[in-house]
């Protein structure tokens, strides 16, 4: 089992950056796919990034491509989400997850395990 916790959210200002962290506990962490979805108020949960076991693929909503990075560090059970030049649609709870698929889905119940949620919001 793999538990998730997200950090590093918080207000900022249009064009500015972020940096998501994502820690994970549990030895099999590494042999996990990770992701990172966002929900806005009144909206469905959606993908945003996608990160392989192995760091070798990576994968982006076209929305953020450019912008956002996803990266992992197995040693250290973790991921992150760097966010730059951040847009008032960009505004959400983002929640990373885990999932057992060797390539990522980008569908959110394809996912096993969830975070919480941090809370980004750009002001315009």
């Known amino acids: 089992q793999v538990q998730l916790v997200e950090s590093g959210g918080g207000l900022v200002q249009a064009g500015a950056s972020l940096r998501l962290s994502c820690a994970g506990s549990?030895?099999?962490?590494?042999?996990?796919?990770m992701g990172w979805f966002r929900q806005a108020p009144g909206k469905e949960r959606e993908f945003v990034a996608a990160i392989s076991w192995s760091s070798s693929n990576t994968y982006y909503t076209d929305s953020v491509k450019g912008r956002f990075t996803i990266s992992r560090d197995n040693a250290k059970n973790a991921v992150y989400l760097q966010m730059n030049s951040l847009k008032p649609e960009d505004t959400a709870v983002y929640y990373c997850?885990?999932?057992?698929?060797?390539?990522?889905?980008?569908?959110?119940?394809?996912?096993?395990?969830w975070g919480q949620g941090t809370q980004v919001t750009v002001s315009s």
């Open positions: 549990g030895r099999t962490f590494s042999t996990y796919a």
């Open positions: 997850a885990a999932t057992r698929k060797t390539i990522p889905p980008r569908l959110p119940y394809e996912y096993d395990y």
